[in-house]
């Protein structure tokens, strides 16, 4: 790939970082479950796809860096389901827009005509912060191990067997190695043939920002449900608290912006927003006495491993978030059969806490 | 004062955000009545701050997570799109010239509240596409040596951006010499680190010790005293890039 113009190469990571996602969501988009209604579907399938994928990628990595396998490995396991998954995605939506004819492509108005001037304060706003995310960057020591771990792996083809600061082999980091989020990195980067360093300070947060902002809309979409206008209103806030977020050192604003490359970043700005999007439709299904479905379930538990692939700490904070919200539904509508899907969901948290602690 | 106080308030730092949003969860409380709104805005940030200021809890998690990452359970609480509902609902209870008031009253509050993040100190505008200094880059670039790694000291200053431009290039310290030695157990200390950093370099001293530690290359400011010749010590000028001046082994072949 090495050897590839660059246009070539940037054409290859918008493939693997927007169309795949895209294409995987094909499956969302296309079934019938309380997030897939309305306006903003196309949002709702990217981000349901790329939740996906990660969820894979946790799924793979993880035992290959157990198992001491090279970085190959996880990189045509990962891509050829990936490609199947999105190729599979691609003909559902394809079947939908026939069976569905003109209406079919509903599933790619976000907007009415009427709001369209708050929705381009909205993506004026967004735009801002993607341009910044190009033109600045933002010194954080941790980058010298994470992006150096995505350096390094995909350099070498090993994963967390070497020393991120210093180079020299080591064993096997499996303590880093549980959140492997700077090898999905590794794998954008060896894929497209960029460098590491600029698929995690530039590519990324061009990915992520916009990610997160997705999220924000499809919570603002439940929260404003009947009454869509209301949405660009509640974006244009979010982004302004985002931009104006610097508070402290420790916000998560501060991290999704400066340090979006950063696993905990990720988790803080689209994992744990994510979560509160599906809870407030288990909330709203359980008032409504109705079942959420299978694709919402199994969403929810490729949410609960994105936030192990984010990083350690994300198993510990989403059972904390499910197990808090999942407690209060329970009482506050008295149906604690909800708790049973719940503590399945978190089951991939709780061995991946457990792996971390044997290995502490 | 407590460890979970404490933390609450570095979270906190400059800003008001904080203080509208306990305001923002009160309204709700009072105000909302919507039971989906109510559970995920208001009981359980409620329940996670009772539990983020609960000594046991912050015994437990404080050994799960770290101490010093405790901090990181306020992440859960959903400050951004409380607040944004919150706004949007006021707003539109009002109409015409009250609505804009509010509107713009709202965007100056959040505005004058928080800090805008691209004023932060840490940002600076970017070299190159890889958002690494350009020195870095330039020097890396020179040294690297194709099928091989080489092993080369840093300033300081540099040793962060080092290993994510170049995997290639190792150091005999990296990061770990930039952390606070009184804050986290694995910094160290590092002989040749010392004499890198000394206001006036010992050449000698410094050939000696670069040569213990296998280093091909040394990277010195172009600013930087040196006393006595470095070329005695078995490192020739090899170039100078971008204000620094880079040594390397004598007895070095490609």
Known sequence: MNGLPVGIKICILAFWMIVVPGLVGGFFGTSRNELNRGKGRVAYMWVSGQFVLWALFWMICVPCTLLELDLPYVVYSYGAISVLLAAGGAVMVFRHWRQNGRHGLKLLRIADKGSRIFWGIAALLLLLQLVQAVRMTYADGDDAYYVAVSSITANAETMYQKLPYTGGTTGVDIRHGLAPLPVWIAFLSKVSGIRAVSVAHVAAPLLLIPMTYMVFYLLGRKLFAGKEKRIPFFLIFTELLVLFGDYSFYTVENFMIARSRQGKAALGSIVIPMLFVLLFVLLTRLQEEKNCGRAYWFLFVCVMITGCLCSTMGAVLCCLLVAVTGGCAALCYRKFRILLPLALCCLPCVICAVLYMLNG | ?254
């Open chain 2, 1 to 254: 004062m407590s460890h979970a106080v404490w933390l609450l308030q570095e979270y906190m730092g400059s800003g008001l955000i904080v203080i509208w949003f306990l305001i923002a969860l009160l309204y709700l409380f009072v105000r909302e009545e919507k039971k989906p709104v109510r559970i995920l805005f208001v009981y359980v940030p409620l329940v996670l701050l009772f539990l983020f200021f609960n000594p046991l809890f912050v015994k437990v998690m404080g050994s799960l997570l770290g101490d010093e990452i405790y901090y990181r359970v306020l992440w859960l609480l959903p400050m951004t799109p409380t607040l944004g509902y919150v706004i949007v609902k006021l707003c539109v209870a009002l109409r015409g010239k009250r609505r804009c008031l509010l509107t713009v009253g709202a965007v100056g509050l959040v505005v004058l509240s928080g800090s805008y993040i691209y004023r932060n100190p840490f940002f600076a505008k970017a070299d190159n596409w890889y958002h690494m200094p350009d020195s870095v880059v330039k020097i890396c670039d020179a040294i690297e040596v194709p099928g091989r790694e080489v092993t080369a000291v840093f300033p300081l200053d540099m040793v962060q951006y080092v290993r994510q431009y170049s995997p290639v290039v190792c150091m005999p310290y990296g990061r770990e010499m930039l952390v606070d030695t009184a804050w986290n157990d694995w910094a160290v200390q590092d002989d040749l680190c010392d004499v890198m950093e000394s206001e006036t370099v010992e050449a000698e001293r410094l050939g000696q010790l670069a040569k213990e530690k296998g280093c091909i290359y040394i990277v010195l400011p172009g600013k930087k005293k040196v006393k006595g010749d470095l070329q005695k010590a078995g490192y020739a000028l090899f170039a100078e890039i971008e204000g620094y001046n880079v040594y390397r082994d004598v007895t070095f072949a490609p």
